[in-house]
């Protein structure tokens, strides 16, 4: 009795009320609402403390109480009704969750009636915009109810279900299941559509032509979704998705195009479907929508230009296309600045193409080396598309006019100002464009001026084993062309030290080029004293057993140059190095022939070196090498040769000479 | 009596379905064996039913006025004349007494003494419905159907009400199926759809629970609810335009209090066994 007084006096005055419950000031709209809600709004305030929850939430909640109470009809009605709400809002989505509402429409799509599907799917999709929701459908097991649906004769039900689940699919779970339940196939089979209604206009096309059109266009939006998993791209390919994709990329629909364009450049993930996309004739198409309106749809497709241009086949179609050009524009474009993932998209895909030289002439024609500087001058640049940037410079400054171009837009101070940014992926190609410079005198004073070797050299330091490689490999080239450069290497502090340590390293690629810049460092006799000091030799030494023959050449080479001094060549020897380096001569490649040539020459300076590299058989080779057209190879095998031969003229004079001692002695 | 009448009547009903979709098949294998057009029936047949098919030809006058009226065309008007006829005749020898007792029973008859009208009755039509149609419904629905379809109130569905309620379920438009959801759903045919006529229609769509202190509470509700959405005008009654307006808008409200309307897949196989 006195809990039914405190309900009604709450109603009426909507005040605080003592009794054993607790009531929230809240505004009730009229009586008939709270009537019906307010056993259930009690549960809710006690497990929720809101300051204020609007009357909406009890009015979806009443909605959702019907449906669960109800039959077809009231279950129509209701849904209609809930669809009028704002289903976005997050108390409005906390309202149907908190009473079991996404329960209820999952098990409608159990059901056979067609209209309490609909209803039920157009709520869902409006529902798994948000994050959290598609967590619980997933859950609640919605994705095998979803794709069982996608099979119904009814085709706007086809059409909600694929939307449904390009929402839902967004979060990872929800693709496995997708891929679990057999629903890729399904989707891939609706993705067929007639040619002539995709080149049609969608004012003459008739209602069942236009259906169709859509329903590939919402299978095209799911499928966007599932591919961002790699197996699921690999099942789609299975069932035959290519072709289509292709098919579909040829329609005049813009919304048509979009979603395809944003599978096409997911799957490009996948070497295979990058293969794919060469041989089905997609490039050309996709370079014509380089041109579109909408940015995003360019973004997507220079991302596909991207990741397909590793391939030399495919960076010509995109030349023979035509799609050099609207790169650049795209490039050179201030509102492109504003669109980040836009410009990262066009850099990148500028990057690739660069790699073959008949499209690096066609970006020098269209003065590509000055656009991307431009883009360099923004301090605050995107990270990603800094070092796009950077990779494509490098890529134009393997032909030796553009590196004058770079000096002359005074790109160079942007290039050593970015060696102080800490992004790896960045970080790993500046040094590859400073490397290009530092060939072309003039461009290495400047680097020098401001002290760009320097930063290189702490590179070094650096945690990731590519950014430490390149940095090495970069200082080659720096050391060899810097003015009075041992003086400069020896005034970096703790410099050689480091980089005597990076000996350690596990990777083979670092190692390789370490060594290439110690052959640089021991050319100078005061470091080589100093790296012979910091123990050298003996690292040098523990790598002459590698297999790898990259590493190999340079390790031949690193040893030929520290062998000039003081007992360094000795060591070597003592220290078993011979042998090892007598077995590269088998190699076939004939860049390590020449280095480890180099190595015996510089080694058989010292007579026990000679006899070991005797007793190791070198002599075949040597000779080999003798008759090869390689000049330094040449040239450093007969050096060998003729040590060894001095050698052995010796050691026999000396034989003679005892012999006739000990004749002499026996006589008297 | 009239019991033994109705009890007739449902089995005969239940013998009508069963024998129409056998008839159905019959002429559609006979299509098929002997390949002949709709309008002659098969040889084995022939032979037993001379005289019945004679009454299966549709007269010309009769064709030509449902060609104009509705959206059939020649040969699935002639079908569709046969199974009425058939349906028709089945419902004559069950209660051959009671024909004209059932007339003399509806109480809407305004005397046609020499027109003998002849037509299927309510519970003929309510098997129809349910059967072919999947149209399940509560009965006052399926009543209201058929005083939709039963335009002149003759009590049975004659020729013309069996063409025209056809061709609005297989092949209406949309405008004119809202209309004839409206009509179903105006229960007192004055043009509105009034709060109390909608709790008639959604009075059993909720689950009662016992311990409810006022179970119609919730039906009453969820009649708010529906006349906010529906009434356009703030008259506090649904006419056809708020109906059309609100039908527009969201098209699942076609049926908002009831299903009236054929599935699309009884549509579709309905049509299919008319072009056997």
Redesign the interface.
């Known amino acids: 009795m006195s809990e039914e007084e405190s309900h009604t006096s709450s109603e009426e005055e909507g005040q605080t009320v003592k009794g054993p419950k607790e009531f929230i000031v809240e505004e009730l709209s009229d009586s008939?609402d709270s009537?019906?809600a307010e056993t259930s709004s009690e549960d809710e305030q006690r497990e929720r403390p809101k300051p204020e929850i609007p009357p909406e939430y009890w009015h979806i909640q009443?909605?959702v109480?019907?449906m669960k109470?109800?039959?077809?009809?009231?279950t129509?009605?209701?849904?209609?009704?809930l669809?009028?709400h704002d289903l976005s809002t997050e108390i409005n989505q906390m309202a149907i969750q908190d009473i079991g509402g996404l329960e209820v429409l999952i098990n409608l799509l159990e059901t056979k009636d067609?209209?309490c599907k609909?209803?039920a799917l157009s709520v869902l999709s409006e529902l798994s915009l948000n994050e959290q929701i598609r967590r619980c459908i997933t859950d609640l097991g919605g994705i095998s109810l979803l794709v069982q649906n996608l099979t119904d004769?009814?085709r706007d039900l086809q059409i909600l279900v694929a939307e449904t689940i390009y929402n839902v699919a967004q979060i990872r779970k929800a693709r496995k299941h997708v891929r679990k339940f057999d629903g890729i196939p399904k989707l891939v089979d609706l993705l067929d559509v007639n040619e002539n209604c995709l080149k049609t206009p969608k004012d003459l096309l008739t209602p069942d032509e236009l259906e169709n059109v859509n329903i590939a266009k919402a299978a095209a939006k799911a499928l966007w979704s599932v591919s961002r998993s790699r197996k699921n791209i690999q099942v789609m390919m299975r069932s035959g998705s290519v072709p289509l994709l292709a098919k579909l990329l040829r329609s005049v629909h813009m919304d048509v195009i979009v979603p395809t364009v944003g599978t096409i450049s997911q799957c490009a993930n996948e070497p295979s479907y990058q293969l794919a996309i060469q041989t089905e004739g997609m490039v050309k198409d996709i370079v014509q929508h380089l041109a579109a309106e909408d940015p995003s749809l360019r973004r997507h497709c220079a991302e596909t230009i991207f990741k397909c241009a590793e391939d030399a086949t495919t960076r010509n179609l995109v030349r023979q296309a035509g799609g050099l050009d609207p790169l650049v524009n795209m490039a050179k474009d201030p509102a492109t600045r504003e669109n980040k993932p836009l410009l990262a998209a066009v850099t990148g895909a500028i990057w690739k193409t660069a790699i073959s030289a008949e499209n690096v002439e066609r970006y020098d024609q269209l003065k590509t080396v000055e656009v991307l500087v431009k883009l360099l001058e923004n301090a605050d640049e995107d990270e990603t598309v800094l070092k796009n940037v950077v990779g494509a410079l490098c890529e134009c400054l393997k032909f030796t006019h553009n590196r004058e171009v770079l000096r002359q837009v005074d790109g160079i101070p942007y290039l050593v100002n970015l060696l102080n940014y800490t992004f790896p992926p960045l970080l790993e190609n500046v040094p590859m464009v400073l490397r290009e410079c530092a060939e072309d005198e003039n461009s290495m004073r400047i680097i020098e001026e401001l002290d760009g070797v320097r930063l290189i050299w702490s590179l070094l330091k650096n945690d990731s084993p590519k950014v430490q490689a390149n940095a090495a490999w970069s200082l080659v080239p720096c050391i060899r062309y810097a003015t009075d450069s041992g003086e400069m290497v020896r005034c970096f502090v703790g410099g050689l030290e480091l980089i005597v340590n990076l000996l350690k390293s596990e990777n083979c690629h670092v190692l390789a080029c370490v060594c290439a810049a110690i052959a640089e460092i021991a050319k100078d006799i005061e470091n080589l004293a100093v790296i012979t000091d910091h123990g050298v030799v003996p690292m040098l030494v523990n790598l002459v057993h590698t297999q790898n023959v990259e590493l190999r050449e340079h390790l031949a080479s690193a040893i030929a140059y520290c062998c000039a001094w003081g007992s360094n060549c000795k060591t070597f020897g003592r220290l078993g190095a011979i042998t090892p380096l007598v077995a590269y001569m088998a190699d076939s490649n004939p860049k390590v022939h020449r280095t480890t040539a180099l190595a015996l020459f510089h080694l058989s300076k010292n007579a026990f070196n000679c006899i070991t590299m005797h007793e190791s058989g070198v002599v075949p080779f040597l000779l080999k090498a003798i008759a090869t057209t390689d000049w330094d190879l040449q040239e450093a095998a007969a050096g060998c040769l003729a040590n060894i031969r001095k050698l052995a003229l010796e050691a026999e004079t000396v034989h003679l000479i005892r012999a006739r001692d000990a004749s002499t002695e026996e006589d008297d | 009596m009239a019991a033994d009448l109705s009890n007739l009547s449902m089995r005969g009903g239940v013998l009508v379905m069963k024998s129409v979709s056998l008839f159905l098949a019959g002429t559609r294998n006979s299509k098929r064996s002997s390949a002949q057009p709709a309008a002659k029936a098969a040889k084995p047949r022939r032979k037993k039913m001379s005289e019945q098919d004679i009454a299966y030809r549709c007269s010309m006058k009769i064709l030509e006025a449902a060609k104009r009226d509705t959206l059939f065309t020649r040969s699935e008007i002639e079908a569709l004349y046969k199974i009425f006829r058939r349906l028709v005749t089945t419902n004559k020898t069950k209660s051959s007494q009671g024909k004209i007792k059932s007339n003399a029973n509806t109480p809407s008859i305004i005397g046609k003494p020499t027109n003998i009208q002849e037509g299927i009755d309510r519970i003929v039509f309510r098997e129809i419905l349910h059967n072919t149609f999947d149209i399940v419904a509560e009965n006052m629905l399926m009543d209201r159907i058929f005083c939709v379809w039963d335009k002149a109130n003759y009590g049975l569905i004659t020729l013309e009400a069996w063409l025209h309620g056809l061709s609005l379920f297989l092949r209406g438009s949309t405008i004119r199926q809202i209309e004839f959801c409206f009509s179903v759903y105006d229960l007192n045919a004055d043009g509105f759809i009034t709060k109390d006529e909608m709790f008639q229609l959604l009075k059993n769509c909720l689950i009662k629970h016992p311990q409810e202190e006022d179970p119609d509470e919730s039906v009453k509700d969820l009649v708010d609810i529906v006349m906010r959405k529906m009434d356009k005008d703030k008259d506090g009654k649904v006419s056809l335009e708020d109906f059309q307006g609100t039908v527009v808008e969201e098209p699942l409200l076609l049926e908002a209090f009831g299903k009236c309307l054929p599935s699309e897949r009884s549509k579709n196989t309905f049509l299919s066994t008319l072009k056997a």
């Open positions: 008939s009537s019906v009443k909605l109480k019907y109470s109800g039959n077809q009809t009231a129509v009605i209701s849904l209609c009704c669809k009028d067609l209209k609909l209803g004769p009814a």
